[in-house]
């Protein structure tokens, strides 16, 4: 069935620095990939996702990049800040009425001071 | 501002108890969703709503099910607790029927004893 994996399971750097999340996806006809983060005790928010006709998205210090060939898609944090610590789950859906998600396992990122 | 509540934050069930969780979402969304969310395993889909009296199973069905009656208004029910359900249970909901941002509610974190 659908899968998608999420590494590393954590993830630790420093202020600063920055930090990349990756994911694999099993289902070729995927074609939207968010990224939710999960703040501790809060519930998870959408912070940046994007669309299988586009390689590569940008907010501020994050960016997400698309590889469809591979079936990979990647999260980046640079300059890396004390608040983006948080659970970071990344997710792929293909183009249907029913709006499903398969979510990966999360990525724990702490960001020491 | 969407906004989604769910009817409980904690809650303490016995085993073989029925167990109803209701969400809310006041922004007319299309889509509903239940997840639980389990350390290293992700959000799990257990079962979604793309309109009123509509239901498809997710990942994870067994052991639940689910009621929409109401747009606004998505409940998981638990027919007969047990262990193994111990868990927190995510609701979440999307305003069209294709990908899209999931807005998530506070969670439920119950406790199956």
């Known amino acids: 069935g659908e899968n998608v994996e999420q590494h590393p399971s954590t993830l630790s750097v420093q202020e600063g620095d920055s930090a990349v999340i990756k994911c694999t996806y099993s289902?070729?006809?995927?074609?939207?990939f968010p990224w939710y983060k999960q703040e501790l005790g809060k519930r998870p928010q959408l912070i940046i996702d994007i669309r299988s006709n586009v390689g590569e998205k940008k907010d501020q210090r994050i960016a997400v990049t698309l590889n469809k060939t591979a079936k990979h898609f990647s999260l980046h944090i640079t300059e890396t800040q004390p608040e983006d610590s948080a659970v970071y789950f990344c997710?792929?859906?293909?183009?249907?009425?029913?709006?499903?998600?398969?979510f990966g396992q999360g990525t724990t990122l702490q960001v020491k001071p | 501002d969407v906004k989604v509540t769910q009817s409980s934050r904690y809650l303490v069930k016995r085993t073989g108890e029925k167990v109803f969780l209701e969400c809310v979402q006041d922004?007319?969304?299309?889509?509903m969703f239940w997840y639980r969310q389990d350390p290293g395993l992700g959000l799990r889909l257990i079962y979604f709503?793309?309109?009123?009296?509509?239901?498809e199973k997710g990942d994870i069905p067994e052991g639940y099910s689910v009621s929409r009656e109401k747009k606004e208004r998505f409940s998981l029910i638990l027919e007969s607790a047990s262990t193994n359900q111990t868990s927190m249970y995510l609701c979440?909901?999307?305003?069209?029927?294709?990908?899209?941002?999931?807005?998530f509610g506070p969670g439920t974190r119950l406790l199956v004893l």
């Open positions: 709503s793309y309109d009123v009296k509509m239901k």
């Open positions: 997710a792929a859906s293909r183009e249907s009425n029913t709006g499903k998600l398969i």
């Open positions: 922004m007319d969304h299309e889509n």
């Open positions: 289902d070729s006809a995927s074609n939207y």
């Open positions: 979440a909901s999307s305003l069209v029927r294709g990908p899209g941002t999931q807005y």
